[in-house]
């Protein structure tokens, strides 16, 4: 954990549309020509823009993780993804399903999706967007120097997020203590 570093190669979108699709289409025994399981998956709803047939990315900020912690511990086991990016950290759930896939979860900086954006080399293919729109499609990414990541959860059940909030608890009730001791 509190490990430092970027990516040099693919990575894939998806945020809870996109998950709940993937792990239909596993349910249904259709596979991607691509092999996610392979990539990190980022939880981020680019901005897009086509032109001559050609997507080209123009922010990728990454969205608030939590909102797939309901799917995580089960895409780990179908899709077979080990590392997701995103912001804010995930749950228990999550956590334990790191723990028994020996995957990460990696802290990327919110409100920097530009900047994020242009380490996207290339828009290397894009799964479910008729179906999911822009945001909620699965889009393959080739990126170099990909980050600053920060892992914040780990497979040996670490997690930075709840470091923090059991600190900030603590904290609060010294506070609390204090100015109920001064009143």
């Known amino acids: 954990m509190n490990d430092v570093f970027q990516i040099t190669g693919t990575i894939f979108t998806a945020r809870d549309a ?22 990190p998956c980022f939880h981020c709803g680019p901005v897009m823009q086509k032109t001559d047939k050609k997507w080209n990315l123009i ?65 290397s293919d894009v799964f479910y967007l008729d179906e999911l729109g822009i945001p909620e499609a699965v889009w393959i990414l080739k990126v170099k120097e990909f980050g600053p ?14 470091d923090v909030s059991k600190q900030i608890e603590s904290n609060l009730k010294r506070v609390k203590k204090e100015i109920t001791e001064e009143g």
Do not use: C, W
């Open 18 to 39: 996109a998950h709940k699709k993937l792990i239909s289409e596993y349910e249904k025994g259709n596979e991607l020509s691509v092999p996610l399981e392979d990539y």
């Open 59 to 123: 922010s990728a900020g990454p969205t608030t993780s939590i909102r797939m912690e309901i799917f995580e511990s089960e895409f780990m086991d179908k899709i077979g993804t080990r590392m997701f990016i995103g912001k804010g950290g995930m749950g228990e759930e999550t956590l334990e399903a790191l723990g028994e896939h020996g995957g990460i979860y990696a802290q990327l900086t919110g409100g920097a999706g530009s900047v994020v954006g242009e380490a996207v080399e290339e828009v």
């Open 149 to 162: 990541l920060l892992v914040t959860m780990d497979s040996h059940g670490s997690s930075l997020h709840e």
